[in-house]
């Protein structure tokens, strides 16, 4: 049994590094069919997991372990850079068997295999343990985990798109081939929207002319989504059904309710990718580990996140689906499920908030700037928080603790009572910002506390201290990096607050405030008597 685990975990590991290149073939005197090698190693799995691997398997599942790594160039110090230079056409996939993004890559990278190979494509395929080995990484290019490298004629390409099988093979194909796809008969197209992918298809008669070269320009630019050609009006409706009478014709097709955009913009590059960009998205984003980059890189800065577990999402979809049609291309709509920890925990964090109930949310990442919709959510409500994003008159989102009841010598400001606490208060305000993490904030504040504790006994009324804990509270006038931060309002100028280093000992700080405000070194007390300053 012991031995039957240890095969079974070293094929589950071989199945997930080799899956890369056993669907592909490289420069190797083999004449076997790849292809069999991973079913071989399929069925093996297989076995095991129903108990059926004895002797004769265990020996089957060696053979297909040595043929795989027959078959795979696997890249080290020696030959990373002469496969390189020795072929006309390598994908590799930089990895580190740690890494658990590369072990996500791997799969969609064999299926990417499996697709171009099938498509007759002469891309050949390698892999290489970055960590293992830094000099042939550090050779080949290879500086992160993972890290998806093509070399044409020894030009590298990084590959910068999503991790799914669909953008690897596109981008494949537009660096090694055409940029664009094309479909001469009806079967053919049939047969392509199988594929159930995002692509734009565009109608030219005779495949000349200024218009299709902008065409072409812009496939070539667009990394992501695949273009289409067709001289065939028939082949194009069957693609996209709603053409008309148009001679030339571009159009987004993608697979989801909202399937068709036409594109009515001029013939040219920038506007064709631009088209492409604005609506290559979904009505509905589903926020993932794997579009992430995309999200945030999106040309749409208005972005509307609604946070819900998918049962609660369920009776919101239809909603948020029909608002959003009305702002297709200026705000875009993104789902995070609340039970994905990992994605939606950064989210909400930012804001303050934890995942009791359905959230929605907004961020204008060109500003930096996030909104959050504190009404009902149903279809008027969030059109109206919609348009009022768009039209910049939504007021901005600052998180902040309840208001505290407790008084204190040290009066505790949260972002809902900076205005009132700090601006606002007739008084002279000495705030001390900090965060629960800061390892300098914990001796400052005691400080700020004998500090607060001696200008109280030389009856300083007129001065109040105050503390506020910036990493769950804010105010758009308190913009801070550092931790700890020692302010001084006057109260004659609140706009302009006087900082002090926050390596100022205690004496320092005191010395600070009675200058600053021009504070007396004595006090004085019944019957005319006058008590030193001794701090």
């Not at 009404?375 to 348009?387: G, H, M, P, R, S």
């Amino acid at each position: 049994m012991r031995a039957r685990r240890v095969l079974a975990a070293a094929v589950a590991a071989l199945l997930l590094l080799f899956a890369v290149v056993a669907v592909a073939r490289l420069d190797l005197d083999d004449d076997g069919d790849d292809s069999e090698v991973l079913d071989e190693l399929l069925a093996v799995d297989e076995e095991e997991e129903r108990g059926e691997l004895g002797g004769g398997g265990e020996a089957a599942a060696a053979e297909a372990v040595r043929r795989a790594q027959a078959m795979v160039l696997v890249l080290d110090n020696d030959n990373a850079r002469r496969a390189v230079e020795e072929n006309a056409e390598v994908l590799l996939l930089g990895y580190a068997p740690w890494c658990e993004r590369s072990a996500q890559l791997m799969p969609r990278f064999a299926e990417a295999a499996a697709a171009l190979r099938a498509m007759g494509s002469a891309v050949a395929f390698a892999k290489l343990d970055g960590e293992r080995y830094p000099k042939a990484a550090s050779a080949v290019g290879v500086k992160g985990f993972p890290t998806v490298l093509l070399f044409v004629n020894g030009t590298e390409h990084q590959f910068t798109g999503l991790h799914t099988k669909d953008a690897i093979v596109t981008w494949v194909r537009k660096k090694t081939g055409a940029p664009a796809i094309r479909i001469q008969s009806e079967d053919s197209a049939e047969e392509f929207l199988k594929k159930d992918q995002t692509f734009a298809v565009g109608l030219f008669k005779n495949f000349e002319g200024a218009e299709y070269e902008e065409f072409v320009k812009a496939a070539t630019l667009e990394n992501e989504v695949q273009f289409v050609e067709t001289n065939d009006r028939n082949v194009a409706k069957i693609l996209f059904p709603g053409i008309a009478s148009e001679e030339q014709f571009l159009g987004l097709v993608k697979s989801e309710p909202d399937k068709f955009e036409k594109f009515n913009g001029a013939f040219e590059e920038k506007e064709i990718i631009q088209f492409v960009e604005l609506n290559k998205f979904p009505l509905i984003t589903v926020f993932t580990d794997l579009n992430s980059g995309k999200v945030y890189g999106s040309p749409i800065k208005l972005q509307v996140f609604t946070f819900a577990e998918a049962y609660d999402f369920e009776d919101l979809e239809s909603i948020i689906q029909e608002v959003a049609r009305g702002f297709k291309t200026k705000i875009m709509f993104i789902y995070v499920d609340t039970a994905e920890e990992k994605l939606a925990k950064p989210f909400l964090t930012l804001y303050g908030l934890e995942p009791e109930k359905p959230t929605v949310t907004a961020f204008d990442t060109s500003k930096g700037t996030k909104y959050l919709m504190e009404a009902e959510i149903n279809a008027k409500n969030l059109q109206d928080f919609c348009l009022s994003l768009l039209e910049g008159t939504l007021p901005p989102y600052f998180r902040s603790e309840p208001v505290p009841e407790e008084k204190g010598p040290i009066e505790k400001v949260v972002g809902r009572t900076f205005d009132s606490s700090v601006l606002e208060s007739p008084q002279n305000v000495f705030l001390e910002v900090h965060a629960p993490w800061c390892v300098d904030c914990e001796a400052i504040s005691k400080n700020v506390e004998k500090l607060a504790k001696h200008f109280n006994d030389l009856g300083q009324t007129n001065l109040k201290f105050a503390r506020i804990d910036a990493s769950v509270n804010e105010h758009p006038k308190l913009q801070i990096n550092n931790y700890p931060t020692l302010l001084l309002y006057p109260a004659q100028d609140k706009s302009n607050p006087i900082k002090l280093s926050k390596k100022s000992n205690l004496k320092d700080m005191a010395k600070f405030v009675k200058e600053k405000l021009q504070i007396a070194d004595v006090k004085t007390v019944a019957a005319g008597d006058v008590v030193k300053d001794e701090l």
